[in-house]
């Protein structure tokens, strides 16, 4: 009864006094709004079913040495499935792009933690991966090949070097970015080396790896798919220039959509690991 009295005093001077009314409706303004939800998914829906029957529409009334459409696509898609030449392609696609993420991260995120950590690193490593960056890919890829030759090894190597950079880059990021407060206060109370690595440097670099990570992934299947078109053996790129070579646009739209599916896929998994080893950061977005 008290309770609903002091509930009642505090509605009627909100009434009475604007300015906790106006105080009130600020607070009202400030409640998080609720999540979209079904909507979204409605509207992208709604989105991808208006641009495929564009495509239909468009692609039918187009010749088809220049433009395919969905149906003529899944069509095409259906007989490489049967045939079972677009999953050994996509089984070949995928592992060159596991194995060579991998790679990638592990060499990435240890040479970002040691460039960020340690001045000498830095100074010794930036002129030469400033280089590399900035040298074009397709331009060393020559090279490669007559280096490894033109089975997986080679691939592999151009898939490596081309996802490395992104999460070299963003880990050495994230170590400069922790705060030098807190490295003075471990070392004020004696913290070792390897504590201030796993204790503070660490979980403080972990959102910035991971959006190297993310970024990595991306360049993977970049750099499998020039891969591909150099060596044209195996794989989703090879799939592209030979139904390109024949001029059979419906199946080579195929392997270019299970490639954005593939990548799709992928960047999912990552973001399922970002929200894994960094609930905090997907709780601020």
Same mark, same amino acid.
């Given at each position: 009864?008290?309770?609903?009295?002091?509930?009642?005093?505090?509605?009627?001077d909100?009434?009475?006094?604007?300015?906790?009314?106006?105080?009130?409706?600020?607070?009202?303004?400030?409640? %998080?709004?609720?999540?979209?939800?079904?909507?979204?998914?409605?509207?992208?829906?709604?989105?991808?079913a208006? +641009?495929?029957?564009?495509?239909?529409?468009?692609?039918?009334?187009?010749? %088809?040495?220049?433009?395919?459409?969905? $149906?003529?696509?899944?069509?095409?898609?259906?007989?490489?499935?049967?045939?079972g030449?677009?999953?050994?392609?996509?089984?070949?696609?995928?592992?060159?792009?596991?194995v060579?993420?991998?790679?990638?991260?592990?060499?990435?995120?240890?040479?970002?933690?040691?460039?960020?950590?340690?001045?000498?690193?830095?100074?010794?490593?930036?002129?030469?991966?400033?280089?590399?960056?900035?040298?074009?890919?397709?331009a060393?890829?020559?090279?490669?090949?007559?280096?490894?030759?033109?089975?997986?090894?080679?691939?592999?190597?151009?898939?490596?070097?081309?996802?490395?950079?992104?999460?070299?880059?963003? $880990?050495?990021?994230? +170590?400069?970015?922790?705060?030098? $407060?807190?490295?003075?206060?471990?070392?004020?109370?004696?913290?070792?080396?390897?504590?201030?690595?796993?204790?503070?440097?660490?979980?403080?670099?972990?959102?910035?790896?991971?959006?190297?990570?993310?970024?990595?992934i991306?360049?993977?299947?970049?750099?499998?798919?020039v891969?591909?078109?150099?060596?044209?053996?195996?794989?989703?790129?090879?799939?592209?220039?030979?139904?390109?070579?024949?001029?059979?646009?419906?199946?080579?739209?195929?392997?270019?959509?299970?490639?954005?599916?593939?990548?799709?896929?992928?960047?999912?998994?990552?973001?399922?690991?970002?929200?894994?080893?960094?609930?905090?950061?997907m709780?601020?977005?």
């Amino acid at each position: 009864m008290q309770q609903h009295d002091a509930e009642h005093d505090v509605s009627a001077d909100a009434a009475g006094d604007p300015a906790i009314g106006a105080g009130a409706a600020a607070i009202e303004d400030l409640a %998080p709004s609720p999540r979209p939800g079904s909507h979204a998914r409605m509207i992208r829906l709604a989105s991808m079913a208006t +641009v495929a029957g564009a495509w239909e529409f468009v692609g039918r009334r187009t010749s %088809p040495l220049f433009l395919s459409y969905p $149906t003529a696509v899944v069509k095409a898609g259906a007989a490489m499935i049967a045939s079972g030449e677009l999953l050994a392609a996509l089984a070949s696609s995928l592992q060159t792009v596991v194995v060579g993420f991998f790679a990638a991260a592990a060499i990435g995120i240890v040479l970002g933690l040691l460039i960020g950590r340690y001045r000498a690193v830095d100074a010794a490593t930036d002129w030469l991966i400033n280089a590399l960056y900035a040298t074009p890919l397709v331009a060393v890829i020559p090279l490669v090949i007559l280096w490894l030759g033109l089975g997986d090894l080679a691939k592999l190597f151009v898939v490596t070097i081309l996802a490395v950079f992104p999460v070299l880059i963003n $880990t050495a990021a994230g +170590v400069r970015n922790v705060p030098r $407060t807190l490295i003075d206060v471990s070392t004020a109370f004696a913290a070792s080396e390897r504590q201030v690595f796993l204790k503070i440097i660490l979980p403080a670099a972990v959102p910035y790896m991971m959006t190297g990570l993310r970024l990595g992934i991306g360049r993977a299947i970049i750099g499998m798919v020039v891969a591909e078109f150099f060596t044209a053996i195996t794989g989703l790129g090879a799939l592209i220039v030979k139904y390109g070579n024949r001029y059979d646009t419906a199946a080579m739209f195929v392997p270019i959509l299970a490639l954005m599916l593939l990548g799709i896929l992928l960047t999912s998994l990552v973001r399922r690991a970002e929200e894994h080893f960094a609930p905090w950061r997907m709780a601020d977005e």
